[in-house]
């Protein structure tokens, strides 16, 4: 399929986004978008403050206790009908009903969907043309929509990186570049997978037992063994697919008998994220704020201070090293 040739049959009751090979069902991506919101259904599942109290997972990795936020609930909730009310009837889409724009959502993200499994650019253009159609002037709130959908259930950012063409890139959140078409391991993004077991890996004080993680997937609807629809067999992904990219390390816990397993973060983890991304980012959609998780936000400030006096190092390093070579050409050569 050419890059310019559109998607053929392309029809907004079948909710279909294929490629010619290898798709996803419309009413897998439907149920993928039912189970994940920002406000009920976050990608890590459960309560930050219970999954970052949980006891260490071997002496080398201490943990000191949290001191959580203490939310005023009332004023939570009052936030939530507002919301709710504003996003039924906003201004710009008065006219359109919530489920139209929400069946459009889905459409333009099982669009940006195909657009990855095929590697095509995307364009507001393409988007109109093919998704929005006649809802034109809601474009805004439909994209909006859709970005929200690929960042939390996919893992994805949806960016413009021409403003006159109007172009747009899928990119893993958190500056993570894992790819799963390079190694022909299916064609659906799992950067989110990804940043559930970091997370979890690091709101339990930097290492969690095999059994901590998977009791978080569990409650995902991910099991071992068992084949998910996006994520595959998510054993094998986590286990072998990231420990061999060097995204974790997956190790027998000291003096376990019988043997038991955890996991750490891997070097290519700590080289391509933060701690303090990765704690923005789930407490962002739980609704919280990093500096309620103590523990984890004061280690994040001191990740990033050391990331920061590495990178004034190395620069460092660099100017001396240049300063040094353009001062040996400098007298090689003959002086009058």
């Known amino acids: 399929m050419s890059r310019r040739q559109k998607i053929p049959h392309w029809k907004q009751e079948q909710h279909c986004a294929h490629s010619e090979t290898q798709g996803l ?12 919101s920002l406000s009920s259904h976050p990608p890590v599942p ?57 069946e459009k959502a889905t459409l333009l993200v099982q669009f940006l969907l195909h657009k990855y499994q095929m590697n095509e650019p995307i364009t507001k253009a393409d ?11 809601d474009f805004p709130e439909i994209f909006k929509r859709a970005s929200e959908h690929m960042e939390l259930v996919f ?17 893993n959140k958190l500056g ?6 390079l190694s022909g391991d299916g064609t659906m993004p799992k950067t989110s997978l990804l940043i559930i077991v970091l997370g979890v890996i690091f709101m339990k004080g ?33 286990t072998k697919d990231l420990v061999q990219e060097k995204y974790l390390e997956y190790r027998q816990v000291p003096n376990s008998h019988p043997p ?17 991304k990765l704690l923005e980012f789930l407490t962002k959609i739980h609704q919280s704020d990093p500096r309620c ?22 620069r460092a390093s660099t100017t001396a090293k240049a300063r040094a070579s353009s001062s040996a050409k400098s007298s090689s050569y003959p002086h009058p």
């Not at 069902?25 to 994940?36: D, P």
């Open 46 to 102: 459960g309560n930050l403050e219970a999954l970052a109290a949980g006891t260490p997972c071997s002496p080398q990795s201490p943990q000191k206790a949290i001191s959580s936020c203490k939310l005023d609930k009332s004023n939570d909730s009052q936030e939530r009908e507002a919301s709710s009310a504003s996003s039924k009837y906003r201004p710009d889409t008065e006219n359109l009903p919530v489920g139209t724009l929400d």
């Open 293 to 314: 998780f103590s523990s984890q936000y004061q280690e994040a400030l001191r990740d990033e201070a050391e990331r920061a006096q590495a990178r004034a190092t190395a």
């Open 206 to 238: 930097n290492c969690a037992t095999e059994e901590e993680i998977w009791e978080v997937l569990n409650m995902m609807g991910l099991y071992s063994g068992r084949n998910h629809f996006i994520f595959g067999e998510p054993r094998k992904f986590i």
């Open 155 to 171: 893992g994805i950012d949806v960016e413009e990186v021409d403003t006159s063409s109007h172009s747009y890139v899928l990119v």
């Open 176 to 181: 993570l570049t894992y790819d799963p078409r």
């Open 127 to 137: 988007m109109i043309d093919v998704v929005i159609k006649e809802y034109r002037s």
């Open 260 to 276: 038991r397993y955890e996991f750490l973060w891997g070097p290519r983890a700590h080289a391509e994220t933060s701690k303090m």
């Open 25 to 36: 069902e419309a009413a897998q991506v439907s149920q993928a978008l039912e189970e994940t």
